[in-house]
């Protein structure tokens, strides 16, 4: 198995940057894709960024292109998220996902993804 552990998170003000780490330890060589998504209290889990782990192949929420960008360091075995122009939209708690059996079209979808981290809190102040 694969198990992503996040970290990073905490309070920002908007407009300023934040950058979120995803560790991932156990079959990392198995690992097809990562991704980042996250969940405010009351609504849906949103994708926000995922990172093909080989190939460079990277996607984005239409509303985070411009401000996000997702890395990562496989001789670390670790994922990148670095957020920036940050609003009080993304106040959410931030979940590092990964999946060994993805379709590439389906990237963005949660359901795509079998390993989860317990999430970090992002606090954007106004």
């Known amino acids: 198995q694969v198990q992503p552990v996040e970290s990073g998170g905490g309070l920002v003000q908007a407009g300023g940057s934040l950058r979120l780490s995803c560790a991932a330890s156990?079959?990392?060589?198995?690992?097809?894709?990562m991704a980042w998504f996250r969940q405010a209290p009351g609504n849906e889990r949103q994708f926000v960024a995922s990172n093909r782990w080989s190939g460079g192949s990277t996607g984005y929420a239409d509303s985070e292109k411009g401000r996000f960008t997702i890395s990562r360091d496989k001789s670390k075995k670790t994922m990148y998220l670095q957020m920036n122009s940050q609003k009080a939209e993304d106040t959410a708690v931030y979940y590092c996902?990964?999946?060994?059996?993805?379709?590439?079209?389906?990237?963005?979808?949660?359901?795509?993804?079998?390993?989860w981290g317990q999430g970090t809190q992002v606090t954007v102040s106004s």
């Open positions: 156990g079959r990392t060589d198995n690992i097809y894709a």
């Open positions: 996902a990964a999946g060994s059996s993805i379709i590439a079209s389906e990237t963005s979808n949660a359901r795509a993804y079998s390993y």
